[in-house]
T-cell receptor, first 114, second 113 residues
Framework: EAGVAQSPRYKIIEKRQSVAFWCNPI?????LYWYQQILGQGPKLLIQ????????DSQLPKDRFSAERLKGVDSTLKIQPAKLEDSAVYLC????????????FGQGTRLTVV | AQSVSQHNHHVILSEAASLELGCNYS??????LFWYVQYPGQHLQLLLK??????LVKGIKGFEAEFIKSKFSFNLRKPSVQWSDTAEYFC???????????FGTGTRLQVFP
């Protein structure tokens, strides 16, 4: 079975620019998560979708970050404008419906803001 | 609110020493518990998981963890570490009713030969 796909793998932008990341979860997986992992820290949950609805976005900096999951499949995470402190790996993960299973992670997108 | 604490931020051991990394969580409902490992420059890899049943779970590479419900703990253990275990270890908690999955801040393990 195909895994969680993310693109791009790497991105370098200047501060104040905008950037978008894309995630394609495993087919049939209802829950999709976006995490931000700053170097040396644990993954921080930014937003959780259940199908195309937002379940939790309490840690998403909504003044600059936005995410959507149209049609309950693919998802995009956008940062506009980017700040230096947004440099991190952005991880996407998904889980199937029914619970009692681990999350499956994508390779991540490493963002460097200069 | 759901939270995860990892008290050991940095652990340094010699090869063959025993390892125990602490993980405590806070949540009022039923949870699934996980330990992930991240080797230098690599991605998260699942070490082991607990959903229900025997509270002592065994994972890959000789790791095991014990769920103690009364203490809200899920400590990771290995009887004899190797240099190749040098990595960052993350405890994670998934709340079954919301499916929210959060991670601890991680423990950096360095093993010297």
């Amino acid at each position: 079975e195909a895994g969680v796909a993310q693109s791009p793998r790497y991105k370098i932008i200047e501060k104040r620019q905008s950037v978008a990341f894309w995630c394609n979860p495993i087919s049939g997986h209802a829950t999709l998560y976006w995490y931000q992992q700053i170097l040396g820290q644990g993954p921080k949950l930014l937003i959780q979708f259940q199908n195309n609805g937002v379940v939790d976005d309490s840690q998403l900096p909504k003044d600059r970050f936005s995410a959507e999951r149209l049609k309950g499949v693919d998802s995009t995470l956008k940062i506009q404008p980017a700040k230096l402190e947004d440099s991190a790996v952005y991880l996407c993960a998904s889980t199937p419906p029914g619970g009692n299973t681990e999350a499956f992670f994508g390779q991540g997108t490493r963002l460097t803001v200069v | 609110a759901q939270s995860v604490s990892q008290h050991n931020h940095h652990v340094i051991l010699s090869e063959a020493a025993s390892l125990e990394l602490g993980c405590n969580y806070s949540y009022g409902g039923t949870v699934n518990l996980f330990w992930y490992v991240q080797y230098p420059g690599q991605h998260l890899q699942l070490l082991l998981k607990y959903f229900s049943g025997d509270p002592l779970v065994k994972g890959i590479k000789g790791f095991e963890a014990e769920f103690i419900k009364s203490k809200f703990s899920f400590n990771l253990r290995k009887p004899s570490v190797q240099w190749s275990d040098t990595a960052e270890y993350f405890c994670a908690v998934n709340a079954r009713d919301t499916d929210k999955l959060i991670f601890g801040t991680g423990t950096r393990l360095q093993v010297f030969p």
